[in-house]
């Protein structure tokens, strides 16, 4: 997902495509939901139909994880709120920092998402 959203970042915003104003987040709001739809959004903006259509089904497969892991991520909430700010600015080159960022604490979480998903395998077995 990284590689691809940072693609989509390098190619840029199609002119047709503009901003989109998005409601502000609120601590109730589903984060899974909102990081699909963001990812989503930053690859559509590209208009690469490819590159949107390997971003939404990196985003399909990785939803449940998403959901699994959201107990091991501190500060998920205002994580998102900074992506989706940075997006709508257009400010690319904090967005691909912030998106490096994002995706580098997600990596080093993988043995513990891993462990947590096992646990609830073998919980249910």
Known sequence: MERLLLMACDIGVA??????????????????KLTWQLF???????????????????NDRLAPIRRAKQELI?????????LRQLWQTRNIPALKSALRNYHERRKQLVPSTVALLSDRSDYFQ
């Open 15 to 32: 002119p047709a495509a503009g901003k989109t104003e998005q409601p502000g987040l609120a601590p109730d709001d589903d984060p899974v």
């Open 74 to 82: 501190e500060h998920g909430f205002e994580e998102l709120a900074e």
């Open 40 to 58: 989503d959004e930053i690859s559509r903006a590209t208009t690469h139909k490819s590159l949107h259509h390997a971003v939404k089904q990196a």
